[in-house]
């Protein structure tokens, strides 16, 4: 399944504003600058490792609430060339509580963990239009993803600790776009990258495999703006290299759920 989102967005990839190619598609202007806003309602399920006392060392996928991250952009075109960036913010993310047993000098505990998580994203592109509604993209991203964990339980000393994972690597897009009629039109954009990721107070790198595509709709009422509905999902495949998770090389990081834009067009 992995395999297959990643070549789907690797088919309709691109970064950022899928909207405002089409923008920049519509019209006989040579120079552009596009300032955008985007808001992401989505959820996030992440993968937290722990050692089960029988099962051995294993990893647990939690999910958070429903949180509205904001994504503000820029994307300056000059002919058939095109530079943009943006920069995604998110509030604090919550996940569900989860539990596990633990033994202390043979007898059993029960510990329950809680976990809220914040995330930044940064996203530096440089593209080429190949065709008016075809833009090729090469770029670098960053995800920066902060926890903050406090695991309590009967007969156990409450803790909290905090950590970060970073990933960073260059990536690859392509992204489409088609009008339908009375201001209206649809875009498709996706990302691949291969990256690194970094962990708080660990010194080792692990592999990770990033994918994220977007299908929308647009509607532009006037010249100087453009509004989008679509549904985005974007994956993280990280290949964990801590020994004790020898072959459980599948934890993906998920982000998912329906983003709103609009783009204001100079």
Not at 71 to 80: N, R
Not at 113 to 126: F, G, H, I, M, P
Not at 203 to 213: G, N, Q, T
Not at 226 to 240: E, G, H, P, R, V
Request: glycine content about 10%.
């Amino acid at each position: 399944m992995n395999r297959l989102k990643i070549i789907v967005a690797a088919l309709c990839i691109t970064f950022l504003t899928g909207v405002a190619n089409l923008s920049f598609a519509e019209e006989q202007k040579t120079t552009y600058l596009v300032v955008g806003y985007k808001a992401w309602f989505n959820t996030w399920t992440t993968p937290v490792g722990h050692f089960a006392p029988q099962g051995g060392a294993n990893f647990t996928q939690i999910q958070s609430d429903s949180v509205v991250a904001s994504i503000p952009s820029v994307a300056l075109k000059i002919s058939d060339f095109l530079i943009s960036s943006s920069y995604m913010i998110s509030p604090t993310y919550t996940f569900t509580a989860y539990t596990d047993t633990i033994n202390i000098s043979g007898t059993p505990f029960t510990s329950k963990s809680t976990t809220t998580a914040e995330r930044k994203e940064l996203d530096v592109n440089v593209g080429y239009y190949v065709a008016p509604s075809l833009a090729i993209t090469l770029g670098y991203k960053t995800v920066d993803q902060d926890y903050h964990t406090k695991e309590s339980g009967t007969g156990l000393v409450s803790t909290s600790s905090d950590s970060t994972t970073k990933y960073k690597g260059p990536t690859i897009g392509v992204a489409g776009s088609a009008q339908i009629g009375g201001g209206f039109g649809i875009y498709g954009n996706g990302a691949y990258g291969q990256m690194k990721a970094t962990y708080t107070g660990v010194s080792r790198e692990d592999d990770a495999i990033y994918a994220s595509s977007e299908l929308g709709l647009t509607y532009r009422p006037a010249n100087w703006i453009n509004l989008s509905l679509a549904y985005k999902i974007q994956t993280i495949d990280t290949d964990d290299g801590t020994p004790a998770y020898s072959g459980q090389n599948a934890v993906t990081d998920t982000t998912k759920g329906y983003i709103l834009g609009a783009n204001l067009i100079f």
